[in-house]
T-cell receptor
Framework: EDKVVQSPLSLVVHEGDTVTLNCSYE??????LLWYKQEKKAPTFLFML????IEKKSGRLSSILDKKELFSILNITATQTGDSAVYLC?????????????FGQGTILTVHP | DVKVTQSSRYLVKRTGEKVFLECVQD?????MFWYRQDPGLGLRLIYF???????EKGDIPEGYSVSREKKERFSLILESASTNQTSMYLC?????????FGPGTRLTVL
């Protein structure tokens, strides 16, 4: 059975700290891994990674995929209170999966001023 | 920008009632999805649809059904609501892997 596991499940930091969120997966077929950010509403897309070792970056957020060790990390540098959210990772198998994603449990990040 | 809308943000129903949750997308996406989200369990797929009138069970379909009569609209139906169906329900649509989510419906079943 395909599985996506995120760690830690929750994290509390202070503004300015750097955080690393982990996502490991055990899947039969792999096409891509996606990261989403969810505040008190709809999850919003952050990154999609398909190739190992290539970092995707957007401002203070960056993510990288390791297809050999089957994990991805999401880094947030110089955290701000606005980064407080649930961060979700999901994998996409491709093929005839019709766009279906399998999500991890999410990491709840709380950033204190 | 893709827009996915859901019919209600908050809904309170009684045990045994029939509940309809509606989702509409405006980007002509083939794929549409219904998830429920509970603390510590992440997003769990209930049903998805890859075309009009086509539907597939997800990981937790029991107690739910769906309807897709038009491409832009995907409905989730709780035939007889139960208290364990109290949850946040999220709808999403996609063309390929990148899914776009609606704002969610928080359903409480009393």
């Amino acid at each position: 059975e395909d599985k996506v596991v995120q760690s830690p499940l929750s994290l509390v930091v202070h503004e300015g700290d750097t955080v690393t969120l982990n996502c490991s997966y055990e899947v039969t077929n792999f096409r891509s891994l996606l990261w989403y950010k969810q505040e008190k509403k709809a999850p919003t897309f952050l990154f999609m990674l398909t190739s190992s070792g290539i970092e995707k970056k957007s401002g203070r957020l960056s993510s990288i995929l390791d297809k050999k060790e089957l994990f991805s990390i999401l880094n947030i540098t110089a955290t701000q209170t606005g980064d407080s959210a649930v961060y979700l990772c999901a994998f996409y198998a491709g093929g005839t999966s019709y766009g279906k994603l399998t999500f991890g449990q999410g990491t709840i990040l709380t950033v204190h001023p | 920008d893709v827009k996915v809308t859901q019919s209600s943000r908050y809904l309170v129903k009684r045990t045994g009632e029939k509940v309809f949750l509606e989702c509409v997308q405006d980007m002509d996406h083939e794929n549409m999805f219904w998830y429920r989200q509970d603390p510590g369990l992440g997003l769990r797929l209930i049903y998805f649809s890859y075309d009009v009138k086509m539907k597939e069970k997800g990981d937790i379909p029991e107690g739910y059904s769906v309807s897709r009569e038009k491409k832009e609209r995907f409905s989730l139906i709780l035939e007889s609501a139960s208290t364990n169906q109290t949850s946040m329900y999220l709808c999403a649509s996609s063309f390929t892997s990148k899914q776009f989510f609606g704002p969610g419906t928080r359903l409480t079943v009393l």
